[in-house]
């Protein structure tokens, strides 16, 4: 068992880009984790494929180093506002936390949100100016804003008391002034043994007191539950209970105790007050639960995580490819799952509807969603998901929807273009500052679902150069209509393959999102019209043979390249009338109604309902 005062445990936050990850590799590689001749990936914390691919730490995770004597446990934590409910969870296993601004950007609503977290639950923190080797880094400027964020956070004197380091992450330096650059992370070490406190002593003689903050799975031992002891003493073996909610207690056995030292998680034979850990042997811990003591059962407070914000509807695929390419395709098999999910994961909600093949799963976020999705089409799952929409809430008889803090970094000459496009979206310009090197902040509060789409377009308008990011920001009053996608849909109107011949003439009429050879079927979506009315078209229509030929009759058929719908790209441009179909090959496009006749009457009743209303 470590001794209470060698044991520290800091979390590492920040705004999405900020350079956690790759800190916490230089941190293990300067602790002695790794042997000198091993092989070792760049951000190594990030386990997960999707993580990889995109670029984004999206679950939370645990590492252990060793230094001076002291064992510092380290969690790394998401930087994105989605998946801001681990970070939530992460900030209850430490008693202090590292704070990583980037040099350049300063404070982002990211940074806001873990810091306001952070200051409420009281944990010390240290603040790191990351990446002061950019060309355009201005970190004075940055640690006055710094200050002026935790004064606007209502940080207290002790807490304003914070050590000021500045790192150059990707190289593993921090140093404690601007003037002596740093040769590596010793500071950094120095400075977590010096201000982040050791975990708080429980009286002698208290009973056990364990609150599980996260779940893993070993194929050996079965669920692993992790969490801090905030009392008393855990051996293997050892009979305890679990304290659900509502009051029940289950008896349980630990089966196995693990530790985290580097990567790797070690068995230890006890543990003691401070130390995060790792049991194996109780099937029925979920998140929130307490291991306390059989004969002395005391719960520690659940964990709460901020409400959701955004909603989707996801389906079993009824279309007339549904089954070719997946696993699992029934409505159990997608109930378990995404039960499973919401049992793993406290920010999101499963919820049953009217149809036992539909369920309305709500989130922080639209990327947090597509995580979900993406993940499940890995594991052979085929589904259909609806457009997200914002969960609305009534306040003093009053409809109210969620609202987004919106930080848009721009180049000077595109600030009118992005101001004039948030408009229509219900956009209010609450502040705007230059940063310097021909680059505007622009601060607007804007409606969630007023932001569903607009990434795309805001890359498009910025050509590539915009940095933009989105906070939740409260409820405010309904805004009314806001117009979400001003064209139309180019709908295939029977079952077969697109011929080239076919789609030569179609894509004159818009934008095709499918090439030839491609199965569709009547009501699949294959392109975006040039005009807001839908577009029925035969894609499957091949040229009529006969025995006259004509010098020059013939035209040569050259197709542009498809425009590739990926799955976020998906979910944010479909209509209310339409759903995006996933299955582990394919991505596609679909209307609700696949048959035309239906379409047309539901359309017709919407407009007499919106005309008689």
Request: aromatic letters at 6%; proline letters at 6%; charged letters at 25%.
């Amino acid at each position: 068992m470590i001794p209470r005062q060698q044991i520290r445990n800091v979390a590492i936050v920040a705004h999405v880009d900020h350079g956690k990850t790759t800190l916490v590799d230089f941190m293990l590689r300067q602790a002695g984790v790794f042997r000198s001749n091993e092989a070792v990936a760049e951000r190594v914390m990030d386990s997960f494929d999707l993580e990889r691919e995109k670029g984004i730490t999206i679950l939370a995770k645990n590492t252990a180093v060793t230094y001076g004597g002291y064992q510092i446990a380290i969690v790394d934590t998401p930087g994105h506002a989605d998946f801001g409910g681990e970070v939530e969870r992460g900030l209850r296993l430490v008693d202090g936390v590292l704070l990583l601004v980037d040099a350049a950007e300063g404070p982002l609503p990211q940074t806001r949100f873990v810091l306001s977290k952070a200051l409420s639950m009281g944990l010390a923190t240290v603040l790191v100016i990351n990446k002061i080797d950019r060309q355009d880094a201005r970190p004075r400027v940055v640690l006055d804003e710094v200050y002026s964020l935790y004064i606007d956070l209502g940080a207290d004197e002790r807490q304003l008391e914070f050590p000021v380091l500045y790192a150059v992450a990707r190289a593993g330096q921090a140093s404690r002034s601007l003037e002596e650059p740093g040769t590596d992370l010793r500071p950094l070490f120095e400075a977590i043994v010096e201000h982040i406190p050791p975990p708080p002593g429980a009286a002698e003689g208290e009973p056990l007191q364990m609150l599980v903050d996260n779940l893993d799975y070993d194929d050996y031992v079965g669920r692993l539950a992790i969490g801090r002891i905030h009392a008393g003493r855990l051996c293997p073996s050892m009979p305890v209970a679990v304290a659900r909610e509502g009051g029940e207690l289950i008896p349980g056995k630990v089966l196995k105790l693990y530790g985290f030292s580097g990567l790797k998680r070690v068995e230890l034979n006890d543990a003691g007050p401070g130390e995060i850990v790792c049991l194996a042997g109780l099937d029925t811990v979920s998140i929130g639960d307490t291991v306390t003591l059989p004969d002395s059962p005391r719960a520690l407070p659940r964990i709460r995580v901020d409400e959701p914000t955004m909603m989707m509807v996801f389906r079993v695929n009824d279309g007339p490819l549904s089954g070719r390419e997946g696993k699992y395709v029934t409505s159990r098999n997608l109930r378990e799952r995404l039960f499973k999910e919401a049992y793993r994961n406290v920010s999101i909600r499963v919820e049953e509807t009217d149809s036992p093949d539909a369920f309305r799963v709500v989130g922080r976020g639209e990327l947090q969603l597509a995580v979900i999705i993406e993940t499940m089409r890995r594991e052979g799952y085929e589904l259909t998901a609806s457009n997200p929409e914002p969960v609305t809430r009534e306040i003093d008889g009053k409809l109210h929807e969620p609202m987004e803090l919106l930080v848009c970094d721009v180049p000077d000459a595109a600030v009118g273009l992005v101001t004039e496009r948030l408009g229509p979206r219900k956009g209010r310009m609450v502040h705007m500052a230059a940063i310097g090197s021909g680059r505007t902040r622009l601060h607007f509060r804007v409606p969630s679902r007023g932001l569903i789409g607009f990434r795309n377009e805001f890359l498009t308008i910025t050509r590539g150069e915009g940095i933009t990011s989105a906070q939740f920001d409260g409820y405010e009053p309904w805004f009314g209509h806001i117009p979400k996608r001003t064209s139309g849909a180019i709908v295939s109107d029977r079952l077969g393959e697109t011929v080239p011949y076919a789609l030569f003439s179609i894509q004159e009429r818009g934008i095709l999102f499918v090439g030839p050879g491609v199965q569709v079927y009547a009501g699949m979506v294959i392109g975006e019209h040039a005009h807001p009315p839908e577009l029925n078209v035969n894609a499957c229509r091949g040229r009529k043979l006969t025995n006259i030929r004509a010098a020059n009759r013939d035209e040569n058929v050259i197709l542009t390249p498809p425009t590739e719908m990926t799955l976020e790209r998906s979910l944010e441009w479909i209509a209310p009338d339409e759903l995006v179909e996933v299955t582990p090959r394919s991505v596609r496009l679909r209307k609700k109604l696949l048959d035309y006749t239906a379409r047309y009457r539901a359309e017709r009743e919407r407009k007499r309902e919106a005309e008689e209303g």
